[in-house]
């Protein structure tokens, strides 16, 4: 048996311990595991591709984005937009079908997040061996309660938070911090509760600057000199509007620009000092944390195994601290976004945190 690995889409931290994980598992059942560069482009003829064994993954687990490369433009970008889902031309498609059974590809483990996903899914439906592997910082893949890379994110966002708080004390400021998770909410909400923001806007929870500012001078009448203010790269203006770069490559829209116009109007509507910092790439490189490192290796070796039992259309999923598998299908119907009424939010509104609404 010959088995396939591709990673696509963004990187994450942890994509390198899947691979080490896929690697190593396929070797103890004597299996060849083949890396195709650069996501699904790798496929296309002639193929950019390499064998793996467990010595060429030595001392990778600990290593940050992915010795195979990724890419979420190209030939196969699945989703152009919010909602939107672009398919697979059938010529690349069959274009790229030549090389899996050149190279006699038994299996093909693609890990990828909900627009490579949604890729893998089309090409299941033709009758590709298709496995999937969700990988994404923004955590908001349906079916899976968390994906690997989320746990790195978050503690980059905490440790921005606990510098942002030092020097927000000394200056006396509102720092306000914009961090990543597309239409999601939950590095913002994770990240802030942990990095004990005093504002946390989300996608999900509509907010008003004047709710914002309301909550920052009541603080400060408190007493407290200085706050904390995480916004979410998706969250919306009160007009409903998304803040985006202008930039058309012809992959997803690209988010980014809240933070800043939030800082100004809590700088307008207070009169405090403000200052954003967006934290960007900074939470997608750099070393795995341990949790994701460890969900890395598990969620390789889970793909490895459902390979084996021919389980294809399947993609690894983690519920109540176990492995296991669902529908790719399932995976890629919807955004799983925060909901507004869960425990978690209310534990963090339970301890001083508002969401502006
Ligand atoms: O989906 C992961 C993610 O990091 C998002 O949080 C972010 O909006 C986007 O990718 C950035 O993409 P790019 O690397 O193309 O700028």
């Not at 306000?176 to 999601?184: K, Y």
């Not at 802030?192 to 929870?205: C, D, H, T």
Request: glycine share 14%.
């Amino acid at each position: 048996m010959r088995i396939g690995i591709l990673n696509c889409g963004g990187d994450c931290p942890g994509l390198n311990a899947v691979i080490h994980g896929v690697v190593g598992a396929a070797a103890s059942k004597g299996w060849e595991t083949i890396g195709f560069r650069d996501g699904f482009e790798g496929l296309l003829p002639p193929g950019d591709f390499t064998f793996l064994t467990p010595k060429d993954t030595e001392g990778i687990l600990k290593q940050g984005g992915t010795i195979l490369g990724t890419t979420n433009k190209g030939n196969f970008a699945a989703k152009v937009g919010e909602g939107d889902v672009a398919r697979v031309p059938q010529e690349i498609i069959d274009r790229a079908k030549k090389t899996l059974d050149q190279l006699e590809i038994g299996a093909l483990l693609v890990v990828g997040g909900d627009g490579s996903l949604t890729t893998a899914h089309q090409l299941f439906e033709q009758g590709w061996p298709i496995i999937g592997v969700p990988k994404t910082i923004d955590n908001d893949l349906k079916a899976t309660s968390m994906t690997f890379g989320f746990d790195s994110a978050v503690s980059t966002v905490v440790d921005g938070l606990d510098r942002l708080h030092t020097t927000a004390q000394s200056h006396k400021r509102v720092m306000v911090l914009e961090v990543m998770g597309r239409h999601a909410g939950w590095i913002a909400l994770w990240g802030g509760i942990a990095g004990a923001a005093n504002v946390i806007l989300l996608p999900e929870i509509p907010f008003t600057y004047e709710n914002v500012a309301n909550h920052l001078k009541m603080r400060e009448a408190q007493g407290y000199s200085s706050s904390l203010v995480v916004v979410a790269e998706g969250a919306k203006d009160p007009d409903g509007n998304l803040a985006t770069i202008d930039e058309n490559l012809g992959g997803e829209v690209r988010l980014g620009g809240i933070g800043e116009r939030v800082a100004h109007r809590i700088a307008e509507l207070t009169g405090k000092e403000t200052r954003c910092t967006t934290l960007g790439h900074i939470q997608r490189g750099g070393a795995p944390t341990p949790l994701d490192r460890i969900l890395g290796v598990r969620f390789g070796v889970m793909a490895v195994q459902l390979a084996s039992e021919g389980d294809f259309g399947k993609m690894v999923s983690y519920h109540s601290y176990h492995v296991g598998s669902v529908p790719i299908k399932e995976a890629v119907e919807e955004l799983r976004l925060v909901d507004p009424d869960t425990e978690v939010v209310a534990a963090a509104r339970a301890v001083g945190v508002s969401f502006g609404d």
